[in-house]
């Protein structure tokens, strides 16, 4: 059985350009949240997605996106971006009913330069 | 608020016990959890305790909750060198179940 999975691995962008990660959930889970941690932090709670909408969104501005596809699948965009976006971008998926059990990917690494 | 604190690094002998502290504010907390982030990787659910629970135990991991003090702890007995990672404390409103709010980690080393 799968885990959640995470793509790509590690990323280097530059200032202004635009970033799309992705993310596969567990298998069986339809819901996936994204989080952003920061060097040293514990992570941030940026959206959910369930059926194909968001659900909630932490406290990130609108350069943050995101979408979910038929299969559950996941991306998470940000446009024009800053140096403070470089983190560890964390997918989690769960079931709606059981949105108390979250597993974590591996993240991806993006620096921005 | 939704704070939740963690002290920073605990270092500890092999062989002997951890305990990891974290405290939160909001007491609309309904589930709290361990994670365990190595380097590099995603983060690793250790265990959780429900609300109205006391004390969970799992094989060398022990969590302690006192909701009077809004406090937690890992307790992890005979610590290994593979235990070497950070911990995360984190939880769940229960008038938000959408979010998890983690703490910013407790760094634990592990040394011979």
């Known amino acids: 059985d799968a885990g959640v999975t995470q793509s790509p691995t590690h990323l280097i962008k530059t200032r202004g350009q635009q970033v799309t990660l992705r993310c596969s959930p567990k298998?069986?889970?339809?819901?996936v949240s994204w989080y952003q941690q920061a060097l040293g932090q514990g992570p941030q709670f940026i959206f959910q997605?369930?059926?194909?909408?968001?659900?909630q969104r932490g406290n990130f501005p609108d350069r943050f996106s995101g979408h979910q596809f038929p299969n559950y699948s996941s991306e998470l965009n940000v446009n024009a971006l800053l140096l403070g976006d470089s983190a560890l971008y964390l997918c989690?998926?769960?079931?709606?009913?059981?949105?108390?059990?979250?597993?974590f990917g591996q993240g991806t690494r993006l620096t921005v330069v | 608020g939704e704070d939740v604190e963690q002290s920073l690094f605990l270092s500890v002998r092999e062989g002997d016990s951890s305990v990891i502290n974290c405290t939160y504010t909001d007491s609309s907390s309904t589930y709290l959890y361990w994670y365990k982030q190595e380097p590099g990787a995603g983060l690793q659910l250790l265990t959780y305790i429900f609300s109205n629970m006391d004390m969970k135990q799992d094989q060398r991991l022990t969590v302690l909750l006192n909701k009077k003090d809004k406090h937690l702890s890992l307790r992890i007995a005979d610590t290994q060198t593979g235990d070497s990672a950070i911990y995360f404390c984190?939880?769940?409103?229960?008038?938000?179940?959408?979010?998890?709010?983690f703490g910013t980690g407790t760094r634990l080393q592990v040394f011979p």
């Open positions: 984190a939880e769940i409103l229960s008038y938000n179940t959408d979010k998890l709010i």
């Open positions: 989690a998926s769960s079931l709606i009913d059981r949105n108390t059990e979250a597993f």
């Open positions: 997605y369930y059926e194909e909408e968001e659900r």
């Open positions: 298998s069986g889970h339809d819901t």
